[in-house]
């Protein structure tokens, strides 16, 4: 049994095991594997036959549990260095962040401390299903706090907006493009809902900002000489206030001109903050709202959310082993 883990070295290895979002297997493996060989008990929970959360604990109850996601957004980009920084699909979001929680385990498990656990989902890059699942698992019911990892640059987090994916559905009828008068096009009437969208204004908050309307996909129509038949767009809203307020208000917006269909909805969270640290608010949001029976939560990881799901995506050794330490003295703190 070794409790000595380099949070760099734990990083390069599991970014080198391609996990993007429904492929999570072989690096869920992989992590089991380390988290054993610091004497914890791992368990498998599966959300599929080939995809399944990781929860770790000692013989004792979990009272803190450290927690993030092991699926990472396409495509996979394979892990490099230099002197200073990782790069690579995952060594930001977020599986640095779970090589720095695995590094704080063990130094804990070395000093003795047994109230203490892991968690490592699935899915959180789609619909977090893998945390939805994991809330209802009995081992939730221990747990004072749970420390999720995203990147919040080092800083813990004081909330994290919601969110509310909505598809907008629009049916038409086809005709020769020739001939509009005798069809619909959906297509048009799609872009005339969003560009509606788009001037609506929504409402703001002092603690999370703006709400944000991004049109994150459109598909529609069969061929240029055709008036489309149907067409449809995604809507990824970052919500300050609760999703239903903003379903209404898109409702009105549509005005019954195509269909509008809920996706996922989460509300904005307020985390915990302890005495003393700093902290900020973040727009994104993440598997917290769906683990609602596993504590109270916090929020802190190293590396910026704007090079996560980049190209360019990299993080800082220095704040690998920075936030290792942070995690640290955060569950020592929250035990105490």
Not at 52 to 61: K, S, V
Not at 183 to 190: C, K, P
Not at 312 to 318: F, L, Q, T, V
Request: net charge negative.
């Amino acid at each position: 049994m070794s409790y000595s883990i380099d949070p760099v070295d734990l990083t390069k290895r599991l970014c080198a095991i391609p996990s993007v979002t429904g492929r999570e297997g072989e690096a869920s493996a992989f992590l089991q594997t380390v988290l054993e060989d610091l004497g914890l008990t791992v368990e498998r929970q599966y959300l599929t036959e080939a995809r399944y959360n990781l929860l770790a604990r000692t013989d004792e109850r979990p009272e803190v549990v450290l927690s993030t996601h092991l699926d990472t957004v396409p495509p996979h980009l394979d892990v490099r260095e230099d002197d200073a920084h990782l790069y690579g699909r995952g060594v930001c979001d977020a599986k640095g962040i779970a090589a720095c929680q695995v590094a704080a385990l063990g130094r804990l498990l070395a000093s003795g401390e047994r109230r203490i656990g892991a968690l490592y989902t699935v899915d959180e890059e789609a619909a977090s299903a893998g945390a939805r699942l994991a809330n209802v698992h009995p081992m939730g019911r221990d747990v004072r706090f749970l420390i999720n990892g995203e990147p919040t640059d080092g800083l813990l987090a004081s909330g994290t907006k919601g969110s509310l994916r909505l598809r907008l559905v629009a049916e038409g009828k086809a005709a020769h493009s020739a001939y509009p008068e005798a069809g619909t096009n959906a297509i048009e009437t799609l872009l005339d809902v969003l560009e509606d969208v788009r001037r609506a204004e929504w409402p703001t908050s002092d603690v999370f900002g703006e709400t944000t309307v991004n049109v994150g996909t459109i598909a529609g129509g069969v061929a240029a000489n055709v008036l489309a038949p149907s067409a449809e767009a995604v809507l990824q809203i970052r919500l300050v206030t609760p999703p239903e307020e903003i379903e209404t208000q898109v409702e009105r917006v549509v005005d019954g001109r195509l269909r509008v269909e809920r996706l996922s909805a989460s509300d904005p969270i307020r985390l915990h903050v302890p005495d003393g640290w700093a902290a900020k608010a973040v727009r994104y949001t993440t598997d917290v709202p769906y683990l609602h029976r596993w504590g109270t939560p916090l929020l802190f990881g190293p590396g910026s959310i704007l090079v996560a799901h980049t190209d360019g995506e990299r993080i800082a050794k220095a704040d690998l082993y920075a936030a290792a330490d942070t995690y640290e003295r955060l569950v020592r703190e929250l035990l105490a």
